[in-house]
């Protein structure tokens, strides 16, 4: 029985109890619980099933290294799987649920992959499964799937909100032990400035759990004191409920503060990932105790030693009334006193060393603890529970000596310090054979970009083991991080903490070390992917030298802890196996996050309304009102088509289009990029960038031109027009404004740099309107205010002026084959321009048009555009735009790729029309088919579709797209690949004309 | 003719630091280096000096921000803007220049309160305790490019008119009350 002790309890507060369910059992218990504590003090020693063998799983830890106690947390918009009990701070109504098991936590049918566990050995997927081929996608993989797994996915939208945040500061403290407190007065108190963060919510780490006593005092009044003097200092930024998740280069740091995981629904954000720049980072962030390897160490009650010091000293929580510790070290001698001080019963001590002396195995004599030396564990006993032990020889293979009835067993295989931070960029660590663990190597820390260390190890982190070491350690290391800041560190007293001698500890990686093969197959390494020492030893021997390949092999470490606990272990065991030396074998690469960070802190802010910033044209909420259904256009939205009730979408566009044709219609263009390029060399800057010549457009004049990049292939077009002597204004595509201004930059920039030209990007400073149909002169006449007559505006001419009392640009440009103007009009005036010309067009039919509209229209005319007739390996002379390529021009952009003779060649295929014989419409992106096959059987093809429509203008289907040889082969019948439902077809068309409607241009000229 | 109209035509939104949308302003982007008259130009205008690098000087409803080594950013009040170009025009004739007027081209917000740079500082990579007075920090607000600078009780800040509401709601998110950072 797991239960609450009648006294004690540093963090929790019994005044204040608190409700929770767990598997819809109402559970209590007390303010400043985790979730772990109150179900262990709840006798919910049963936590979950393991991954692959469906076995029992009990709480093992009391911190982030937990690898069994995962649940389901929260319900709807708040489920949350894979939560981690030990981390979680209980509050008033959390509801949890264990995680993978089948019908019931107690009675799981998938623990009948534990009784042919011996058929299950490590890779035994990989081998089973991968023949055939395409059973493994789908065959074995869905069933594998069904019975292995952990949390649920959640199914609701995340009710909460996140955020990130940007901080900076001199010097990083991660980790809020002694040794990183003390390291964040020594930098605060020289002034500079200091961000500490603490994972957990409690300041002080380990030293107030293990009494340990500092400068005289309790380690907790010290912890305190430190606290009030660092929140004190203007200059210093403490954080708890932080964690240090990722180092990166040149002091970038990723940490993720739970704001309000323990208050869920109080309007706060759940999370906020904090993205700090750090001058230096110092990680303090202590150890984590190693699980020694013996034979049913994985049974419910088998818990790390330090971690039941815990659960007792921090929540009064027995894990029960009879603990066995078994060590390897002294350490683990401070639970045996601390549960015997508690009123419980340590019904012996088993260590693995021959000799055990030392102040704290004195301590436990003195306290009459049965010390069982140079034995180990020889099996646990025990289904869901432990129930006792029986004792062996460490020194030989187990056979019994002893058995021991206990309710718990604390085990401690000695520390890893946690090298995570450390190691994330680069840091190399060293094997200390004293403590047997790796530890950071001072020599080679990951380097900042003047070569100097970025990271600094301090305290138990840095390998320092005991509080007094750990803090002289960090004194060390804080000052030595003010150095290379160029920070001037203020002198001052190490704290000097009570000196408890430990004797050495030993390294013990099996117990016992002559353990036979069917002890091994029952020694957990790692808990929550059921990997055993039998698994290591046969991966080993199956030639997997290199631990990498291991850990993927057998999975070792490739859990959500990452195998904080199961690593150090693993590969001490393959070392083992391989007879090398545990350096040499290594350890797997260390990967931020440190622990799991939740999607939703790393998407931020960024969902819902603000997921993407959605540019607006001054004229957008007309468009919402009148129920405009949109489509992207780069980051824009543009009004797709208007549909009116009881219309389809399809309908509404040919509507648009006819009335648009015999009326008069309007387009919001805003979206339509505005360069203005000024300047000197303008004209000449121009003639280089275009491949016709600018330089000559007389002033009040439009051009269209072309812009290709230095391969020769069409990269953007639009109507350029010349404002004064040394100014054009180049219109671009929607898509292309700013890349086309980068364009400019960057040739002005770097590579014209003596040139006088300047450009500035305004395409949001005029809204622009095209007022286009029949009708359009009409319209504009009756705003009244300038001439817009065929004599006073001719086809592409603009002139300033008013219209209905606006200030206006008028372009006589068209993209549809009517009478066209385009307005521009500042955009601060562009929404009461687009209502006074609806309002003045309204006896003359005037109706709203989109995108679908102006591409059916353009496509009628013939007229290419860039994304639907290029494509990035489309060059002007294969879309017949000769004519607008200067050949008199010595050189423009392009010029030369276009000469290359893939691109020169006479049997490129160029643009046509396509009309199918049946008159309907052509799937987009077919291919024209041609005799024989290629040489991987299929079909050769000698042209395709790039735009295809229904015209409702002609009635018909009509196409454009690229044919081999196409101008020449005019009247042709040629053949179109299909696929309809799945069945391979052909439709026959004739090749035409790409112009389908006036040919001759007099509706756009009147 | 109409009333110019801004962006979010005033949008505001109380929390923890307070945002409201202002102007429109007159703003002219002036393209020019080592032009002669070139302050005397911009004094004429903004009745500013010519800014130092990074900073940007205020003289009343009027301001001259440094934006790169060949490029100002002037305000003006709206109205004003088409004088300005031409005085600009004027003054700086014969000479390589470029001034445009981006008065409608932009959104602009202050954001106000005693925790206003903490509203910001979820939005954009700028160490505020670094931040100077008289400073105009060229940077980002989430996904779209932005600019701001003390002044009063807060900041003022711009970006383009097409991401208006876009800033305006992450300004707002930013400010939601409960998430002060400290």
Known sequence: MSTRLAKGGRLIDRSASQEFTFNGKRLKGYKGDTLAAALLANDQMLVGRSFKYHRPRGIVAAGPEEPNALVNLGRGGRFEPNQRTTTTELFDGLEATSQNHWPSLEYDVGVVNNYVARFLPAGFYYKTFIHPRPFWKHVFEPVIRQSAGLGKAPKDRDADRYEQAYAFCDLLVVGGGVAGLHAALVAGRSGARVIVLEQTAIWGGRAPVDAEVIDGKPAGDWVEAAVAELAAMPNVTLKIRTMGAGVYDHGYVLADEKVADHTPGDGRPKHRLWRIRAGKILTATGAIERPLSFAGNDIPGVMLAAS??????????????????????????????????AGLSVPAIIDARANVTGELPAKARALGIRIEAGRGVAKVLGGKRVTGVSICLQAGEGAVVDEIACDAIAMSGGWSPVVHLYSHCGGKLVWDTVSAHFRPDAAKPPINHDGGAMVYAAGIANGAMTTAAALADADTQARAALQALGIAAKSGNVPQADIVTEAAMEAVWIMPQGAGPALKAKMWLDYQNDVKVSDVQLAAREGYESVEHTKRYTTLGMATDQG??????????????????????????????????????????????IFQPLRRTPIHGWHEQHAAYFEPVGLWRRPYTFPRSGETHAQAVHREVLNTRTNVGMLDASTLGKIIVKGPDAGRFLDMLYTGVMSTLPVGKCRYGLMCNEQGFLSDDGVVARIDEDTWLCHTTSGGADRIHAWMEDWLQCEWWDWKVYTANVTEQYAQVAIVGPKARQLLEKLGGMDVSREALPFMQWADGTLGGFPVRVYRISFSGELSYEIAVPASHGLAFWEACQKAGADLGVMPYGTEA???????????????????????????????????????????????????SPDRWKLVGFEALDGSVIPDGAYVVDAGLNANGQRNVQGRITSTYFSPTLKKGIAMGLLKHGPKRMGEVVEFGTVKNGVKGTLKARVVDPVFYDKDGEKQNV | MSEPVSALGGASFTGFANVREIGPLGMVTLRAKDVAGLADAVKAVTGTALPATRRIEVAGDCACAWMSPDEYLLVVPYAQAGAA??????????????????SDARAVFRVEGDKAAQALAKLSPVDFAALQPGELRRTRAAQVAAAFWQQGNGYTVVCFRSVGKYVFDLLSSSAMPGSELA
């Open chain 1, 564 to 609: 904080k606990l199961s690593n150090i272990n693993g590969l001490a065991v393959l070392a083992q196996a391989l007879n090398e030396d545990i350096p040499q074998v290594g350890t797997t690469t260390f990967r931020p996050p440190y622990t799991p960070v939740t999607l939703g802190a790393l998407a931020g802010e960024a969902r819902g309304d």
């Open chain 2, 85 to 102: 170009i031409a005085t600009l025009n004027a003054a700086l004739k014969g000479q390589h220049f470029l001034a445009a007027d981006v």
């Open chain 1, 308 to 341: 039941v010091r815990d659960y007792v000293v921090n929540y009064a929580v027995s894990p029960g009334d009879r603990t066995v510790v078994v060590t390897n070290n002294d350490d683990a001698y401070r639970t045996a006193i601390a549960l015997v001080e």
């Open chain 1, 854 to 904: 102006l591409h059916i229209m353009r496509a009628e005319k013939g007229f290419i555009m860039i994304g639907d007739e290029t494509d990035g390996t489309v060059i002007p002379q294969d879309l017949n735009l000769d004519w607008a390529i200067s050949k008199k021009k010595e050189d423009f952009l392009g010029k030369r790729g276009q000469q290359r003779n893939h691109l020169a």
